[in-house]
Antibody
């Protein structure tokens, strides 16, 4: 069974940093692109970043470039999101999603999400 | 930046057809996909490449995409289809989501 499980969320002060993790199982992790999507509770979905199979290609939403970094460890079947200089606007549920590329990218399996709260 | 526009809400009676639209500049030249999200749950892919249903998605879900509008259609809508629906497309190496449509079945 395909599973992606996020962890690492929590309460962080403004200006702080946090690293989110996503543990994948049930599929060959190194064969898939992976993506982070976030959602402010009660609001819509916002794409954050996508990374290719070996980490050599990364795409970010332009508003987050420079503060967030996506990377992966295929040996540990894990995806990461390093978030720096956090502000209240980064408060959201962060989802990890397996990403298919079939003429275009699709997010076919999502984790349950991890909540990040930026507050003093 | 590219934008996808969805109606905030759509209401339908059980058994009727629900149509949820997603508008974007020349969206028909791109591939659209759709996600369903029920309260307290993670999104689920229900349509990709405009018209393709992932395994496990009921046949009552169908999609189309032409011109500036992609449409998700649910034939014979059931109460369990009540959810938020998001369209999504890629533009210039950027994934874009629509604002979401709350489908109410009443």
């Amino acid at each position: 069974e395909v599973q992606v499980v996020e962890s690492g969320g929590g309460l962080v002060q403004p200006g702080g940093s946090l690293r989110l993790s996503c543990a994948a199982s049930g599929f060959t992790f190194s064969g898939y692109w992976m993506t982070w999507v976030r959602q402010v509770p009660g609001k819509g979905l916002e794409w954050v970043a996508t990374i290719n199979q070996d980490g050599s290609e990364k795409y970010f939403v332009s508003s987050l470039k420079g503060r967030f970094t996506i990377f992966r460890d295929n040996a540990k079947n894990s995806l990461f999101l390093q978030m720096n200089s956090l502000g209240a606007e980064d408060t959201a549920i962060y989802y990890c999603a397996r990403t298919l590329y079939l003429l275009d990218f699709y997010f076919d399996y999502w984790g349950q999400g991890t909540l990040v709260t930026v507050s003093s | 930046s590219y934008e996808l526009i969805q109606p905030p809400s759509v209401s339908v009676s059980p058994g009727q057809a629900a149509r949820i639209t997603c508008s974007g500049d020349k969206l028909g030249d791109k591939y659209a996909c759709w996600y369903q999200q029920k309260p307290g749950q993670s999104p689920v892919l229900v349509m990709f490449q405009d018209t393709k249903r992932p395994s496990g998605i009921p046949e009552r879900f169908s999609g189309s995409n032409s011109g500036n509008t992609a449409t998700l259609t649910i034939i014979g809508t059931q109460p369990l289809d009540e959810a938020d629906y998001y369209c999504q497309a890629w533009d210039s190496n950027t994934a874009v989501f629509g604002g979401g449509t709350k489908l109410t079945v009443l």
